[in-house]
Nanobody, 117 residues
Framework: QVQLVESGGGLVQPGGSLRLSCEASRSTFGTNTMGWYRQAPGKERELVADISNGGSLNYADSVKGRFTISRDNFKRTVYLQMNNLKPEDTAVYYC???????????WGQGTQVTVSS
């Protein structure tokens, strides 16, 4: 079992920035992808961005050019730098870890991001 602990959410004004972090409780050895998803009230959970442990990146069109995902494999941590935030980015952001060959996946508990003036 892997626990994922997220941090860094909060309230920010439009145009502001936040940095989310997600740390895995144990080794993430093995081909895997770590990513960020979000769910706004009344909407489906959607992929924001993900990154493999080999460095392959994937972004939702709505965040390209504003968000940057990165990871530190030694620290077992994935980051999401969010710049130029918009009210429509308001959601609960979840971290997810997927082991590609076993198919095992794990979710974090979520962290609230609110963009409002």
């Amino acid at each position: 079992q892997v626990q994922l602990v997220e941090s860094g959410g909060g309230l920010v004004q439009p145009g502001g920035s936040l940095r989310l972090s997600c740390e895995a409780s144990r080794s993430t050895f093995g081909t895997n992808t770590m990513g960020w998803y979000r769910q706004a009230p009344g909407k489906e959970r959607e992929l924001v961005a993900d990154i493999s442990n080999g460095g392959s990146l994937n972004y939702a069109d709505s965040v390209k050019g504003r968000f940057t995902i990165s990871r530190d494999n030694f620290k077992r941590t994935v980051y999401l730098q969010m710049n130029n935030l918009k009210p429509e980015d308001t959601a609960v952001y979840y971290c997810k870890l997927i082991f590609i060959f076993t198919g095992n996946s794990y979710w974090g508990q979520g962290t609230q991001v609110t963009v409002s003036s």
